[in-house]
């Protein structure tokens, strides 16, 4: 098992940034894909970026896409999401997930796909 633990969430006025960590701890050795999701009041979880761990590619929801940037830092075993041009509608709570299988591009966006999940942190946006 994963534990992760999410920091850095806020309130920010639109046009600011924010960077988002996720701690790893426990088999990390078993992690495949690191994952941002977050999920509004009264919507459902929705995909934001995600990365392979051992290849570092990246993958973004296209409402991300140009202004957030996932990266990984392998020695402190941290998922960081660096969110620039912060819009109201990117208030939310954030996830951070691992995935402890294989996984491929395809489903790398899919929620159902990742074990392991931190309590997630508070984003807000004001306009």
């Known amino acids: 098992q994963v534990q992760l633990v999410e920091s850095g969430g806020g309130l920010v006025q639109a046009g600011g940034s924010l960077r988002l960590s996720c701690a790893a701890s426990?088999?990390?050795?078993?992690?495949?894909?690191m994952g941002w999701f977050r999920q509004a009041p009264g919507k459902e979880r929705e995909f934001v970026a995600a990365?392979?761990?051992?290849?570092?590619?990246?993958v973004y929801a296209d409402s991300t896409k140009g202004r957030f940037t996932i990266s990984r830092d392998n020695a402190k075993i941290t998922v960081y999401l660096q969110m620039n041009s912060l819009k109201p509608e990117d208030t939310a709570v954030y996830y951070c997930?691992?995935?402890?299988?294989?996984?491929?591009?395809?489903?790398?966006?899919?929620?159902?796909?990742?074990?392991?999940w931190g309590q997630g942190t508070q984003v807000t946006v004001s306009s």
């Open positions: 997930a691992a995935a402890t299988t294989p996984i491929t591009a395809s489903v790398i966006s899919r929620a159902y796909r990742y074990d392991c």
């Open positions: 426990g088999r990390t050795s078993s992690s495949t894909a």
């Open positions: 990365i392979g761990w051992s290849t570092g590619n990246s």
